[in-house]
């Protein structure tokens, strides 16, 4: 017999049956089941008030991508001798594997990847919860005031669930962008204004307009911020 977790506070005794589609994990020492083929986002969700696994550019109604890292955990295949960190989003669970959720190190990346977001997008209700949770300070640095984090769910949600492609992810690096395909002013016919995009949007950066479309978010780049920034990098010490 084997205590297995059905909730934060609730366990159940069970015998490990052999040809059972289930997998046995242990998240934050409290060994949970789950159906086999799932990830370790699914099976914690699955099990409230075990582990925390903040995730930004997932959505059970698309396939997952691995876009934000915000999902990051730390886990062991072998009984705990050694971790590796993995995008709890992706990874699937495997029989007797060990999650850590929480770690040090974990709260120490998931912190870095909010000082990013938050410098791009200080005003978003997301952010700035998941801002207050791990202790991130107002950002040393501005990259403008957007709304878009760029996780794409909204790009994946019009492919996947729709089939079409009425908007993608435009341009590289500071200037990549959700917008028409092929950068064109105005979206084709190919959307249906059917509102998923704005559905999924973790931060509300989508809107569906009056017209029955949806209005794309508008990106402001900081020009003036990233100039003085660049400046200081490359200015050699004296
Ligand atoms: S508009 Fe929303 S869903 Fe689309 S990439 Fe930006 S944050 Fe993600
Ligand atoms: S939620 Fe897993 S990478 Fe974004």
């Not at 059905?6 to 020492?29: F, P, R, W, Y």
């Not at 912190?111 to 207050?132: F, H, M, Y």
């Not at 059917?194 to 780049?221: N, Q, S």
């Amino acid at each position: 017999m084997a205590k297995v977790w059905i909730d934060g506070k609730t366990s159940i005794e069970v015998e490990h049956a052999e040809g059972i589609n289930v997998v046995h994990l242990t998240v934050d020492d409290k060994e949970i089941a789950v159906s086999n083929g799932k990830t370790i986002l699914e099976a914690v969700e699955r099990a409230p008030g075990i582990g925390n696994i903040p995730a930004l550019c997932h959505h059970p109604a698309v396939k997952p991508y691995g876009a934000c890292r915000i999902c990051t955990v730390e886990v062991s295949e072998d009984g705990g001798s050694k971790f590796k960190f993995v995008a709890a989003c992706l990874y699937p669970v495997k029989e007797g594997l060990i999650v850590k959720t929480q770690t040090e190190k974990i709260k120490k990346l998931r912190k870095g990847i909010i000082e990013l977001l938050s410098a791009r997008c200080p005003n978003v209700k997301r952010i700035q919860e998941l801002a207050d949770e791990y202790g991130v300070e107002k950002p040393s640095f501005v990259l403008g005031d957007q709304d878009c984090i760029l996780c794409g769910l909204c790009v994946r949600a019009c492919q996947e669930i729709i089939g079409k492609s009425a908007i993608s992810l435009v341009n590289r690096g500071i200037y990549k962008e959700v917008a028409a395909p092929f950068y064109a002013y105005e979206l084709s016919g190919d959307c249906i204004g059917c509102g998923d995009c704005a559905f999924v949007c973790p931060t509300g950066a989508i809107e569906m307009g009056a017209d029955g479309r949806p209005t794309l978010p508008k990106v402001k780049i900081p020009y003036a911020e990233i100039e003085a920034m660049m400046k200081k990098e490359t200015v050699s010490p004296s």
